[in-house]
């Protein structure tokens, strides 16, 4: 019995005398998925006193401080008739006031390489930018703002800065069906919004009627060389939506 048993033994292990039963390792358990949430914050709670519910933040933009993972509001605040920057300073929320534009629309933020901030918004009949004296870095700065175009009714603003710290912005001339897309830009190094150059003796990139409903436009830059990005903006007309690109230098970016 004892050699009929051993004979067993050895034929079920492939030639081993010991009976040892080889087992697949156990697989590794399966990590949990990350779980992500979102929150919220209120930035701006308006001021004590006012019964009647007014617009703030009707138009707004967003953008990071360059280098961080700081967020960065610009907005407009009817009920206290100005223009706002609200920004998260490593500890908490700081609100600045950018310039008195209550009645502000169609607000854009951008930021230069060096983390200072630009804010763009149409009001009226012109447009409109905002530029800080120092970083938000620094706590305590001043806003230098200005018109940089005068029409009728300017709308769907947007603005781009390249690598190069050189500044696009584009637009709808008109809230009419006759309006015309628009573009300006500001070379670096920066003086305020007087630095900015505009379409003049034919101030449009094509002339063709915009729609009339036109709420927002885009502008971007296409590199050319590691000295030298080229505006592309889009824009819609009647019955198409167009894309332009301006391949030669800025100064002649401002002939349509």
Known sequence: INLLLTSFLIGCTG????????????????PAPTVYSCSHSVLDYGQKGIVTA??????????????????????SDA??????????????????????????????LVFLSSGVPMVFW??????????????????????SAGIIDSGTGPRA??????????VGVVFVTDTAVAGRTK????????????????????????????IAATTSVGI??????????FPAVSYSVTGATKYGVCQNTLGNCLIN
């Open 122 to 143: 149409t009001q009226g009949t012109n447009v409109k930018m905002a530029l800080r004296s120092a970083s938000l870095s620094t706590p305590i700065a001043t806003w």
């Open 220 to 229: 971007s830059w296409c590199k050319s060389s590691d000295t030298s990005y």
């Open 79 to 108: 009920g206290t008739l100005t223009m706002k920057l609200n920004y998260w300073n490593g500890t908490s929320f700081i609100t600045e006031i950018i310039s008195g534009d209550g009645s502000a629309t169609f607000v854009k």
């Open 157 to 166: 603003l947007d603005v781009s800065v390249n690598p190069l710290d050189q």
């Open 183 to 210: 573009f300006l830009y500001c070379d670096a190094p920066w003086a305020g919004p007087s630095s900015f150059q505009t379409m003049t003796s034919t101030p449009y990139i094509e002339n063709t009627n915009s």
């Open 54 to 75: 007014v617009a703030r933040g009707t138009y707004s933009d967003v953008a990071f401080i360059p280098g961080t993972a700081s967020p960065t509001v610009a907005y």
């Open 15 to 30: 030639g081993s005398s010991k009976g040892i039963v080889k087992t697949e390792p156990e697989p590794a358990p399966i």
